[in-house]
C-alpha cells in the first residue's frame, strides 16, 4: 500500500513543496517514515508560536516466554509505533492551537515491578 500527504486544501507533497498534481505526490510505503514527515511539515507551520511541552506516561505491556532487551524493544517500538490523533496539526486544540505529540523512545524504561518474572 502507498500513501500521499495532503494538505486542507486538496495539494499533495511533493517532498519539496506542495502541488495540486496528485502525479507529482511523493508516495510512501512506510507509516512510520510519513508521520515523521507530517511532523517535520507541520512544525514548520507553528514557525514563532510559543511551545508548550506536556509529558504523560505511556504504558506499554509486552508478552514473552523469555527476557525482553530494552535496547532493542526502545528500536523496535521507535520503527513501529508512533502516536496518532484526530485533526492532528489542524489548529483544533485547546485555544485553536496545534497539537503534534511525540515519543523520546530512547528514554523507555522498564516499570518497578515490570521485570516479567511472574506469568499471569
Known sequence: MRYAIEDERGRYWTGRGFTKDERKALAY???TVIAGDMRRILKRRCKGLVRY???APVMIDVYAEG???QEEMAWFL???C???MDGLGTGVGPGESV???V???EA???MKGGSGRKPI
Do not use: G, N
Open 29 to 31: 510505503a512506510d507509516e
Open 53 to 55: 511541552r506536556f509529558v
Open 67 to 69: 527476557p525482553i532487551d
Open 78 to 80: 521507535s520503527q513501529k
Open 82 to 84: 508512533f502516536v496518532s
Open 99 to 101: 497539537v503534534l505529540p
Open 103 to 105: 515519543v523520546d523512545w
Open 108 to 110: 523507555l524504561r522498564m
